[in-house]
């Protein structure tokens, strides 16, 4: 079943965050983009998992209805904010579990787990599961992760500082959220302690008027713990693997 929900994930993650465009994502509502979009997330289930079975199916066909729900949700009540966008990722996440459990074999059956030739393919099915789920977990901390602390941080906008890098913040946002999830594998979330400080003293001076710092603050703490989430979901997948571990520190623990 773990198998299965690594290759769902990374295909989940395939589609929504690289091979979506903002263009496609705000435009949801029309029923081309609608059909493109499950087509892509269709094809990056089948590759994933090497396989067509049909639950593979009837994922794209769900993914589709809740994109089409988002989409009704945000153009009727004009909220484009944190709310649809973590409903919706949590009911694909959902989804994808549920899928798994109840085709939990789709991995072990698919094309990627088999000779395709006589002495020529090596079998993948020992490391592309891990391979797929670090994959998958550092793109949902990072680039997923940016997406929701910057609809959450909308309503405070006004109180962001001013002189900044342009982007600077977004490349902060993307680094630290990469550090925790590292870190988490790591066997080492201690270390989270240091990189607060570090950009405490780092910030100090653009967080010294008030409505700065709690602006900083919440956009910090809001990075952080989605960080910590996805690393601790992508480690409890990963305990479910069989198999050696990818990398040592991402061994599944007794």
């Not at 998992?49 to 989409?71: C, E, F, Q, R, T």
């Not at 910057?150 to 490349?171: D, E, R, V, W, Y």
Request: include cysteine; proline fraction near 4%; charge should be positive.
């Amino acid at each position: 079943m773990f198998e299965t929900l690594s290759g769902l994930f990374f295909a989940h993650v395939l589609a929504d965050y690289v091979f979506q465009t903002s263009k496609m994502a705000q435009s949801k509502d029309r029923v081309t983009t609608l059909l493109v979009h499950t087509l892509v997330v269709y094809l990056c289930a089948v590759v994933a998992l090497g396989s067509i079975a049909w639950p593979i199916a009837v994922l794209a066909g769900l993914h589709m209805a809740i994109d089409a729900l988002k989409a009704i949700w945000v153009k009727t009540r004009k909220d484009d904010g944190i709310k649809p966008y973590l409903t919706d990722q949590l009911t694909h996440l959902v989804t994808l579990a549920a899928i798994a459990a109840f085709a939990p074999t789709l991995w072990a059956d698919g094309v990627w787990t088999k000779d395709l030739a006589s002495g020529g393919l090596i079998n993948i099915s020992a490391w592309a599961p891990k391979a797929m789920l670090l994959t998958a977990g550092i793109l949902y901390t990072t680039r997923a992760g940016g997406f929701a602390v910057g609809k959450l941080m909308q309503p405070f906008i006004t109180g962001a500082p001013k002189k900044s890098l342009p982007k600077g913040g977004m490349m902060i946002g993307l680094l630290e959220r990469g550090l925790i999830f590292l870190m988490f594998l790591a066997g080492q979330p201690a270390g989270i302690g240091f990189l607060i400080a570090a950009k405490s003293v780092l910030r100090f001076d653009a967080a010294s008027k008030n409505e700065k710092a709690e602006y900083v603050i919440i956009g910090t703490l809001a990075s952080f713990s989605w960080a910590i989430a996805i690393a601790i979901l992508t480690l409890a997948i990963n305990n479910g693997l069989n198999g050696d571990p990818l990398l040592e520190i991402m061994a599944a623990k007794p």
